[in-house]
Nanobody, 119 residues
Framework: QLQASGGGVVRPGESLRLSCTASRRAHANDALGWFRQRLGKEREFVSSLNWNDESTNYGESVRGRFTISISRNGRLTVDLQMDNLKPEDTATYFC?????????????WGRGTQVTVSS
């Protein structure tokens, strides 16, 4: 089971943080992270963290602005720090657990959380 938190409404250039907690590891080579789905678009990979070596991956549209890390708040929790948000980051974000490095295949999904970036 995955639990996600965070999200909200911000203005362009501002920041938000999402968190995702997994109840347990799924496989020996799994990762935890996020996809997002913008209105009318297909779901796209955002970011992931590989539990085995703590390596990270990012989608091209968020690289350099988003940072995924292991949370200090508990085990099997990752935080996605989203900086310099843009209107095109507006989407429903889905926490996901899947095979490293980019969560494919995806083993389970969390509930979506809305991020809205608007002036």
């Amino acid at each position: 089971q995955l639990q996600a938190s965070g999200g909200g409404v911000v203005r362009p250039g501002e920041s938000l943080r999402l968190s995702c907690t997994a109840s347990r590891r799924a496989h020996a080579n799994d990762a935890l992270g996020w996809f997002r789905q913008r209105l009318g678009k297909e779901r796209e990979f955002v970011s992931s963290l590989n539990w085995n070596d703590e390596s990270t991956n990012y989608g091209e549209s968020v690289r350099g602005r988003f940072t995924i890390s292991i949370s200090r708040n508990g085990r099997l929790t990752v935080d996605l720090q989203m900086d310099n948000l843009k209107p095109e980051d507006t989407a429903t974000y889905f926490c996901a657990q899947g095979r490293a490095p980019k969560l494919v295949p995806t083993y389970q999904w969390g509930r979506g959380t809305q991020v809205t970036v608007s002036s």
